[in-house]
Nanobody, 124 residues
Framework: QVQLAESGGGSVQAGGSLRLSCAPSRYTSTRYCMGWFRQAPGKEREKVAALYINGGSTYYADSVKGRFTISQDNAENTLYLQMNSLEPEDTGMYYC?????????????????WGQGTQVTVSS
């Protein structure tokens, strides 16, 4: 069982930055995907960014390309999402998720483990 814990959310004005963190309790597979998803009120959970833990490939939603960066720190066993130039449309609950196999860039239904989420609010 993998437990995930997000942190780093908050309220910022448009144009500001936040860095989200996700600390899994452990990795149990060499093929391991981790991703960030977000969900705005009344909307479906959407993928934001993802990466292969041991492969290095990263993926981004078109809406965040050039503004968000997903990264990992293997020494600290932590996943990050650096969010710059935030827009009101980025407001939502942000979730960290993990899966053992298959493609990383996929919908939320294909991810197995989830954190509780951290709220990001961007005001105009």
């Amino acid at each position: 069982q993998v437990q995930l814990a997000e942190s780093g959310g908050g309220s910022v004005q448009a144009g500001g930055s936040l860095r989200l963190s996700c600390a899994p309790s452990r990795y149990t597979s060499t093929r391991y995907c981790m991703g960030w998803f977000r969900q705005a009120p009344g909307k479906e959970r959407e993928k934001v960014a993802a990466l292969y833990i041991n492969g290095g490939s990263t993926y981004y939603a078109d809406s965040v390309k050039g503004r968000f960066t997903i990264s990992q720190d293997n020494a600290e066993n932590t996943l990050y999402l650096q969010m710059n130039s935030l827009e009101p449309e980025d407001t939502g609950m942000y979730y960290c998720a993990a899966k053992y196999s298959g493609p990383c860039w996929t919908t939320a239904e294909n991810y197995v483990y989830w954190g509780q989420g951290t709220q990001v609010t961007v005001s105009s």
